[in-house]
């Protein structure tokens, strides 16, 4: 698994110059303005909910002695808890919404590498974007409950330390299962395509690797994240593919 995270890694080597030379930034438009604006809805709600979540929890605190204090930390951490949240948010929104139109990127890519007369399954515009919510509302769902989980095991000393490293691995995996579903859709259906995943965890991690870091720059994480993600998850998914197949 661990070669598989280095390849998922190093597959964002490369991926600038080849979305350059296909001329692929025409289609990036789109998915990167759902990008910002979706960025920016999470980062004002996180700002306006952590003062008043934080000022709720402070009202447990029936003492005078250490109030402000205690309602300083409360909203640190409710803007914590909402930012974790938030990013677990933000990642399938984007990812569903933004399906049609990865879906052509991810398919002019696959020509570039494998000539236009290979064969694949023929989607439309409706069907790309009921997969692509269909597989982000699924990965959601798990991915908030085992983000609770692990919250939750933040708050026992010493093992606690692990909760941000499981924390990080688990936004990588989910992170870039949604980056190689929008090749996946062309060849796999919906059961299969979670199957190959499952398959190729580390392929999975090391592309949402790097995309959470992409996150972590200001403003330019949010614009470029989707487009170097996409490609390279594109890139490696199809040699991955192309590996099973031969093996078959």
């Known amino acids: 698994m661990i070669k598989n995270i280095i390849q998922g890694v190093k597959a964002y080597v490369g991926a600038l110059q080849l979305i350059s030379k296909l001329k692929l930034w025409k289609y990036f438009t789109i998915p990167i303005l759902i990008s ?15 003062d008043n ?14 109030k402000e204090t205690f309602e300083v930390i409360s909203t640190f951490i409710s803007a914590l808890l909402i930012l974790a949240v938030g990013l677990v ?6 990812m569903a919404l933004s399906a049609p139109f990865m879906s052509p990127v991810s398919e002019k890519i696959e020509d570039y590498y494998r000539g236009e007369d290979h064969k694949h399954r023929e989607t439309t515009f409706q069907e790309q974007l009921i997969r692509g919510i269909r ?15 692990i919250l939750l095991l933040g708050l026992i000393p010493v093992i606690g330390i ?13 992170a870039g299962f949604g980056n190689m579903d929008y ?22 991690i090391g592309n949402g690797m790097v995309f959470m870091l992409f996150l ?33």
Do not use: C, D, M
């Open 36 to 50: 910002v604006v979706t960025a920016i809805v999470i980062g004002i709600s996180a700002y306006g909910l952590s």
């Open 53 to 66: 979540i934080g000022h709720y929890i402070a009202n447990f605190w029936k003492w005078e002695f250490g």
């Open 89 to 94: 948010l933000y990642k399938h929104i984007v």
């Open 135 to 149: 597989i982000n509302v699924r990965n959601l769902i798990r991915e908030l409950f085992l983000t609770v989980l």
């Open 162 to 174: 692990l909760s941000t490293i499981l924390l990080f691995l688990t936004q990588a995996y989910y």
């Open 183 to 204: 090749t996946l859709e062309r060849h796999f259906k919906y059961k299969e395509s979670i199957l190959f995943v499952k398959r190729n965890k580390g392929l999975a």
């Open 216 to 248: 972590l720059i200001p403003v330019l994480g949010v614009i470029l994240v989707l487009p170097l993600s996409v490609t390279a998850a594109t890139t490696e998914t199809i040699k991955k593919i192309q590996q099973n197949k031969i093996e078959e």
